[in-house]
């Protein structure tokens, strides 16, 4: 496992007008859960159907229908539980809360709140120069997505997409413990790659398939050390949450927003009310969308069509099981593997394809030379073209032939940067390219010495200056590599140089 010898970061401090201030942060993150059917009906989750195509009778609420949970739904809330190192509640039961939408037809909504699934977990939350955050997560429950509203399409009229409506969400509530906009942000990230490891989420926040509720607070410094060692929310300030935000940038942004508001409120002798309030990126704004006092009154309670969810030990068990190599485990063994830096080992393990396709060329070879090809050469490459890695036209195993050849010295560094070229807008194998286009290093001191004698001789005037001067020799030096098409090793170039102008 990798090494904790993380320094926690500070909190962020806003400066009032007064005092200074730090900032409190808790997020509660719906994931979509990767899934083809919906929580309790058979209806498909595709994205981007045709709208109310996949709806069936039970998520427009017809009556007489009865939801059948979705057992794929459920490992995966717990394969997500496991992978945050959570408790598993073997059982769990389902309430209902209920409320009027338009976009909920069955006026109420099907959720877990006083058994979730998932209880308390983890997630490490690095955020560069050896400092992270342990992030607490509270619990995760499950339960039904909404369905959506559209009031763009026509000037009088709303219509309403049913296509989401009883779609599988894990809540995952963190406690309040991150202290700046950036570990908020970092928060989601981590969470996101950890799910996208574990195949329970896409984390794809443009389509909605994953978003975040943010609740901040604000309070003196000293005040959060105090909740710390008490768990007394009392120490801290009163809190508002803003609601579904889906983007990285906007859930910083909208925290920085949200703290200014209430420190000056609080400076100037008001109270922060307990509210919902929605970010308005346009204006840099938060703006108040339900009151505490106006909150809908939910009325929960235990969904009468469901009996109480009960799991087995061994099933987790199994689960536990077949969990894939996680974020942290993979980073750990790159750099012990491997030899990689911490940050190059962080880039390489973003993602689960890129991890794949990075140790089959790093297997057997030089682990850090394969770490600068990958990192600087193909993912600098397919940047430029908006490719990923699962798309790259340089397979793991041309790449590593292309590492062979410069760590055999076949090839110089330089031809090498020419030959991923071919190799990625042609294809083929780098050793053959080598081979028929006559690529290979010219190590053969013989050929070097003549090349070196030539141009000694084609050029008095500039070996008295070198002489004179000795940092004129890379004069030479060039003259070389150009005469033999960049293809002198030029180590040996260098040297013979040197010699022959007794330098
Ligand atoms: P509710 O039941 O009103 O949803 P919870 O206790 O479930 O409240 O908390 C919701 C979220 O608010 C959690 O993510 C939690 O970490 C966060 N939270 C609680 N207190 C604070 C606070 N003082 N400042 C910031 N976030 C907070
Ligand atoms: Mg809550």
């Known amino acids: 496992m990798l090494d904790l010898t993380y320094e926690s970061p500070k909190a962020k401090t806003i400066a009032g007008a007064k005092a200074d201030w730090e900032l409190v942060i808790g997020l509660e993150v719906h994931a979509q859960v990767s899934s083809n059917a919906k929580l309790f009906s058979g209806a498909s989750t595709k994205f981007g159907a045709e709208p109310n195509s996949n709806v069936a009778f039970v998520d427009a609420a017809m009556p007489g229908m009865l939801p059948v949970i979705n057992e794929y739904c459920i490992e995966q809330t717990v394969r997500t539980g496991l992978g945050l190192k959570a408790e598993i509640n073997l059982r769990s039961a389902f309430d209902r809360k209920n409320y009027f939408y338009p976009d909920l037809p069955q006026g109420y909504q099907i959720s877990q709140l006083y058994h979730p699934i998932v209880g308390e977990g983890e997630v490490l939350v690095e955020l560069g120069n050896g400092m992270a955050r342990l992030v607490r997560v509270e619990r995760i429950h499950m339960e039904q997505d909404a369905g959506k509203s559209i009031h763009d399409m026509d000037p009088n009229m709303s219509f309403v997409d049913l296509n989401r409506t009883g779609v599988a969400l894990m809540e995952i509530v963190s406690r309040p413990d991150m202290r700046s906009p950036e570990e908020a942000a970092a928060f989601v990230t981590k969470l996101r790659q950890i799910l996208r490891y574990l195949g329970t989420c896409d984390g794809n926040m443009q389509n909605g398939n994953m978003r975040a509720d943010v609740n901040v607070s604000i309070c003196q410094p000293g005040q959060y050390e105090k909740y710390q060692e008490t768990q007394d929310f009392s120490h801290l300030g009163t809190r508002c949450e803003i609601k579904n935000m889906n983007s990285m940038r906007f859930i910083q942004q909208a925290i920085e927003v949200e703290a200014r508001r209430q420190i000056s409120i609080v400076e100037n002798g008001g109270k922060v009310v307990q509210e919902t309030r929605l970010y308005d990126p346009d ?27 009960e799991i087995e030990q061994a099933w987790v068990d199994d689960i536990a099981a077949s969990l894939p190599e996680l974020p942290d485990a993979k980073k750990a063994r790159f750099i012990g593997d491997f030899g990689l830096s911490d940050y190059d080992a962080s880039v390489l393990t973003a993602d689960v394809d890129s991890a794949a396709y990075y140790e089959a060329v790093a297997q057997g070879r030089d682990g850090k030379l394969a770490a600068n090809w990958v990192i600087n050469e193909l993912f600098g490459r397919l940047k430029k073209e908006d490719h990923d890695i699962t798309t ?32 990625y807008t042609t294809g083929g194998d780098p050793a053959e390219i080598v081979e028929t286009r006559g690529m290979k290093q010219v190590t053969d001191t013989g050929a070097i010495e003549a090349a070196v004698d030539e141009i000694i001789a084609a050029n008095p005037a500039q070996v008295e200056k070198a002489k004179a001067n000795p940092k004129l020799a890379g004069w030479f030096v060039g003259q070389v590599m150009k005469a033999t098409g960049g293809k002198a090793n030029p180590k040996a170039v260098n040297q013979i140089v040197s010699r022959k102008l007794s330098l």
């Open 392 to 423: 790259s036209p340089v397979s793991p195993t041309q790449l590593g032939g292309i590492v062979d050849l410069i760590t055999s010295g076949d090839i110089s560094g330089k031809i090498a940067k020419d030959l991923f070229e071919i190799v």
């Open 283 to 309: 204006k840099g704004e938060t703006r108040s969308m339900r009151s505490k006092e106006e909150a809908h009154d939910y009325r929960y309670f235990p969904d009468p069509d469901l009996l109480p969810l």
